[in-house]
């Protein structure tokens, strides 16, 4: 079984930065894409980024793009999320997603596993 769990999240004020990583076990995931998504209070879930395990490639959602990174430690089967330039928008439980169609994909459904979530809350 998968298993995908998240880590530092926190309190940071506006401007400031924060890594997200997501440890993963249970699998080889050398053909497995993962994403982040963030869900805030009272809205949907919604996709932050994706990056494929084998090749590396990233796709962002626009409001992160040039904020955020994505990237990968295939050694220690763990995804990070780099975020700077931190907006109050951006607070938010963020989730970690492995997905088995070894293509990146924005499409919440389109995962197989989920993380329990990490808190990120962001002051102005």
């Known amino acids: 079984q998968v298993q995908l769990v998240e880590s530092g999240g926190g309190l940071v004020q506006a401007g400031g930065s924060l890594r997200l990583s997501c440890a993963a076990s249970?699998?080889?995931?050398?053909?497995?894409?993962m994403g982040w998504f963030r869900q805030a209070p009272g809205k949907e879930r919604e996709f932050v980024a994706a990056?494929?395990?084998?090749?590396?490639?990233?796709y962002y959602a626009d409001s992160v793009k040039g904020r955020f990174t994505i990237s990968k430690d295939n050694a220690k089967n763990t995804v990070y999320l780099q975020m700077n330039s931190l907006k109050p928008e951006d607070t938010a439980d963020y989730y970690c997603?492995?997905?088995?169609?070894?293509?990146?994909?924005?499409?919440?459904?389109?995962?197989?596993?989920w993380g329990q979530g990490t808190q990120v809350t962001v002051s102005s």
């Open positions: 249970g699998r080889t995931f050398s053909s497995y894409a």
């Open positions: 997603a492995a997905t088995t169609t070894m293509l990146i994909t924005a499409t919440p459904n389109d995962y197989d596993y």
């Open positions: 990056i494929s395990w084998r090749a590396g490639s990233t």
